[in-house]
Protein backbone atom coordinates (compact mmCIF):
# COMPACT_ATOMS: atom_id res chain seq x y z
CA UNK A 1 0.00 0.00 0.00
CA UNK A 2 0.95 3.26 -0.86
CA UNK A 3 0.56 6.57 1.05
CA UNK A 4 -3.07 7.99 0.49
CA UNK A 5 -3.53 11.99 0.47
CA UNK A 6 -6.92 12.60 1.51
CA UNK A 7 -8.42 16.14 1.79
CA UNK A 8 -11.34 16.57 4.49
CA UNK A 9 -14.29 19.10 3.38
CA UNK A 10 -16.71 20.14 5.95
CA UNK A 11 -20.45 20.81 4.23
CA UNK A 12 -21.83 20.32 7.22
CA UNK A 13 -24.38 22.56 8.47
CA UNK A 14 -23.03 22.16 12.00
CA UNK A 15 -23.07 25.54 14.25
CA UNK A 16 -21.17 24.41 17.31
CA UNK A 17 -17.24 24.52 15.67
CA UNK A 18 -17.01 21.05 16.29
CA UNK A 19 -13.65 19.32 16.45
CA UNK A 20 -13.41 16.28 14.36
CA UNK A 21 -11.29 13.15 15.80
CA UNK A 22 -9.81 10.53 13.03
CA UNK A 23 -8.27 7.30 15.05
CA UNK A 24 -8.03 3.20 14.47
CA UNK A 25 -9.10 0.24 15.19
CA UNK A 26 -6.50 -2.95 16.24
CA UNK A 27 -9.05 -5.56 14.85
CA UNK A 28 -6.89 -8.37 16.15
CA UNK A 29 -9.24 -11.34 17.94
CA UNK A 30 -12.10 -8.74 18.33
CA UNK A 31 -9.66 -6.17 20.48
CA UNK A 32 -11.33 -3.80 22.71
CA UNK A 33 -8.10 -1.79 23.50
CA UNK A 34 -8.73 1.63 23.58
CA UNK A 35 -8.24 3.80 20.51
CA UNK A 36 -5.95 6.66 20.29
CA UNK A 37 -6.79 10.33 18.85
CA UNK A 38 -4.18 10.27 15.98
CA UNK A 39 -5.82 13.34 14.19
CA UNK A 40 -8.09 16.45 15.32
CA UNK A 41 -9.18 18.47 12.90
CA UNK A 42 -10.63 21.95 14.84
CA UNK A 43 -12.22 25.31 13.56
CA UNK A 44 -12.86 24.21 10.16
CA UNK A 45 -15.23 26.23 8.73
CA UNK A 46 -18.14 25.79 6.66
CA UNK A 47 -16.47 24.99 3.15
CA UNK A 48 -13.11 24.90 4.62
CA UNK A 49 -10.60 21.70 3.92
CA UNK A 50 -7.92 19.98 5.44
CA UNK A 51 -5.58 17.91 3.92
CA UNK A 52 -3.58 15.39 5.34
CA UNK A 53 -1.42 11.81 4.08
CA UNK A 54 -2.27 8.71 5.96
CA UNK A 55 1.28 7.09 5.57
CA UNK A 56 1.64 3.48 4.17
CA UNK A 57 4.20 2.46 7.41
CA UNK A 58 3.98 1.91 10.87
CA UNK A 59 6.66 2.12 13.60
CA UNK A 60 6.27 0.91 17.11
CA UNK A 61 8.24 1.84 20.18
CA UNK A 62 7.90 0.80 23.75
CA UNK A 63 7.48 2.64 26.81
CA UNK A 64 8.98 0.72 29.93
CA UNK A 65 8.00 0.72 34.03
CA UNK A 66 10.36 3.98 34.04
CA UNK A 67 8.86 6.03 31.89
CA UNK A 68 11.81 5.29 28.96
CA UNK A 69 10.52 5.12 25.16
CA UNK A 70 12.89 2.89 22.89
CA UNK A 71 13.38 4.45 19.65
CA UNK A 72 10.94 4.01 16.89
CA UNK A 73 11.23 0.67 14.90
CA UNK A 74 9.71 0.39 11.27
CA UNK A 75 6.97 -2.02 11.46
CA UNK A 76 5.92 -4.71 8.68
CA UNK A 77 3.36 -7.08 8.55
CA UNK A 78 4.49 -10.65 10.50
CA UNK A 79 7.08 -8.93 12.43
CA UNK A 80 8.01 -9.71 15.92
CA UNK A 81 9.61 -7.80 18.52
CA UNK A 82 10.58 -8.18 22.25
CA UNK A 83 11.48 -5.75 25.08
CA UNK A 84 14.82 -7.17 26.61
CA UNK A 85 17.71 -5.97 28.85
CA UNK A 86 21.05 -5.71 27.83
CA UNK A 87 23.80 -4.72 29.28
CA UNK A 88 22.87 -1.52 28.64
CA UNK A 89 19.29 -1.20 30.09
CA UNK A 90 15.60 -1.97 28.52
CA UNK A 91 16.09 -1.98 24.98
CA UNK A 92 13.61 -3.14 21.89
CA UNK A 93 14.87 -5.89 19.61
CA UNK A 94 13.36 -6.69 16.56
CA UNK A 95 13.77 -10.81 16.64
CA UNK A 96 12.14 -11.46 12.77
CA UNK A 97 9.24 -12.22 10.43
CA UNK A 98 6.05 -15.12 11.50
CA UNK A 99 3.01 -16.06 9.90
CA UNK A 100 1.08 -13.33 11.21
CA UNK A 101 -1.09 -12.21 8.29
CA UNK A 102 -1.21 -8.35 8.14
CA UNK A 103 -0.36 -8.22 11.72
CA UNK A 104 2.79 -7.55 14.12
CA UNK A 105 3.06 -8.60 17.59
CA UNK A 106 5.38 -7.05 20.52
CA UNK A 107 6.52 -8.85 23.66
CA UNK A 108 7.65 -8.32 27.07
CA UNK A 109 10.58 -10.28 27.78
CA UNK A 110 11.56 -8.65 30.59
CA UNK A 111 11.98 -10.77 34.22
CA UNK A 112 10.35 -7.99 35.90
CA UNK A 113 8.73 -4.69 34.98
CA UNK A 114 5.63 -3.85 32.72
CA UNK A 115 5.76 -2.62 29.38
CA UNK A 116 3.33 -0.37 27.13
CA UNK A 117 3.71 -1.13 22.84
CA UNK A 118 3.15 2.42 21.13
CA UNK A 119 2.16 2.08 16.98
CA UNK A 120 2.69 5.98 15.45
CA UNK A 121 2.18 7.03 11.93
CA UNK A 122 3.63 10.10 10.29
CA UNK A 123 5.38 10.36 13.60
CA UNK A 124 2.03 10.63 15.68
CA UNK A 125 0.60 7.71 18.17
CA UNK A 126 -1.32 6.01 16.45
CA UNK A 127 -2.54 2.96 18.93
CA UNK A 128 -1.43 1.65 22.20
CA UNK A 129 -1.87 -1.05 23.65
CA UNK A 130 -2.70 -1.68 27.70
CA UNK A 131 0.50 -2.73 30.24
CA UNK A 132 1.71 -5.78 29.45
CA UNK A 133 3.42 -7.89 32.78
CA UNK A 134 6.52 -9.69 31.31
CA UNK A 135 6.00 -12.67 29.06
CA UNK A 136 2.93 -11.15 27.90
CA UNK A 137 2.19 -10.13 24.55
CA UNK A 138 0.05 -8.33 22.02
CA UNK A 139 -0.53 -8.34 18.47
CA UNK A 140 -1.36 -5.12 16.17
CA UNK A 141 -3.46 -5.94 13.45
CA UNK A 142 -4.41 -2.73 11.96
CA UNK A 143 -6.04 -2.66 8.53
CA UNK A 144 -6.56 0.69 6.46
CA UNK A 145 -9.88 1.60 7.67
CA UNK A 146 -10.27 4.81 9.88
CA UNK A 147 -13.12 5.87 12.60
CA UNK A 148 -14.35 9.57 12.04
CA UNK A 149 -16.58 11.47 14.51
CA UNK A 150 -17.38 14.68 16.09
CA UNK A 151 -15.71 15.07 19.35
CA UNK A 152 -15.08 17.70 22.13
CA UNK A 153 -12.02 18.56 24.53
CA UNK A 154 -9.64 15.75 23.22
CA UNK A 155 -5.98 16.11 22.13
CA UNK A 156 -3.94 13.90 19.68
CA UNK A 157 -2.68 10.94 21.45
CA UNK A 158 -5.71 11.20 24.24
CA UNK A 159 -7.41 7.89 24.70
CA UNK A 160 -10.87 7.81 22.74
CA UNK A 161 -13.60 7.63 25.76
CA UNK A 162 -17.01 7.32 24.66
CA UNK A 163 -18.25 10.50 27.01
CA UNK A 164 -16.02 12.71 25.01
CA UNK A 165 -17.30 11.27 21.27
CA UNK A 166 -20.40 13.39 20.12
CA UNK A 167 -21.70 11.25 17.23
CA UNK A 168 -20.98 7.53 16.39
CA UNK A 169 -17.93 6.81 14.77
CA UNK A 170 -18.28 6.17 10.91
CA UNK A 171 -15.69 3.79 9.54
CA UNK A 172 -14.17 4.95 6.04
CA UNK A 173 -12.18 2.03 3.93
CA UNK A 174 -8.84 3.49 2.23
CA UNK A 175 -8.14 0.09 0.67
CA UNK A 176 -7.01 0.82 -2.97
CA UNK A 177 -7.27 4.29 -2.56
CA UNK A 178 -4.52 6.81 -3.88
CA UNK A 179 -6.01 9.98 -2.89
CA UNK A 180 -9.76 11.10 -1.91
CA UNK A 181 -12.01 13.62 -0.32
CA UNK A 182 -13.88 13.12 2.83
CA UNK A 183 -16.65 14.87 2.99
CA UNK A 184 -18.87 15.87 6.18
CA UNK A 185 -22.74 16.80 6.02
CA UNK A 186 -25.06 16.93 8.49
CA UNK A 187 -25.06 18.62 11.78
CA UNK A 188 -27.06 22.00 12.25
CA UNK A 189 -28.46 24.03 15.23
CA UNK A 190 -31.61 22.77 17.80
CA UNK A 191 -33.80 20.00 16.93
CA UNK A 192 -33.41 20.16 13.25
CA UNK A 193 -29.50 18.86 13.53
CA UNK A 194 -28.80 16.18 11.43
CA UNK A 195 -26.13 13.32 12.35
CA UNK A 196 -22.65 13.87 10.81
CA UNK A 197 -22.22 11.97 7.76
CA UNK A 198 -18.42 11.32 6.88
CA UNK A 199 -18.44 9.98 2.78
CA UNK A 200 -15.76 9.82 0.53
CA UNK A 201 -16.10 11.53 -3.05
CA UNK A 202 -13.71 12.04 -5.71
CA UNK A 203 -11.97 8.92 -5.37
CA UNK A 204 -8.57 7.83 -7.38
CA UNK A 205 -7.86 4.31 -7.23
CA UNK A 206 -4.40 3.18 -6.51
Avoid at 19 to 43: C, H, L, M, Q
Avoid at 128 to 142: G, R, W
Avoid at 164 to 186: F, H, M, N, R, Y
Amino acid sequence: MSDITLNFINKSNDQNNSEFVIFSKNTFGGSDYSSVAWKVIRNLGTGDTHQFVYPSNFSVSVEDNYGNYTPQLKANPGDLFAMVKDQTGDVIKHLGTGNYGNAFKVENRLEQGSIKAKIYKDGKLFNSSPSLAPDQKVTFELDPVICISAVSHIQEGDAIESAAVSSKPSEISLLGIKSADIVVTGGGPGNAAEPFKFELDNVVES
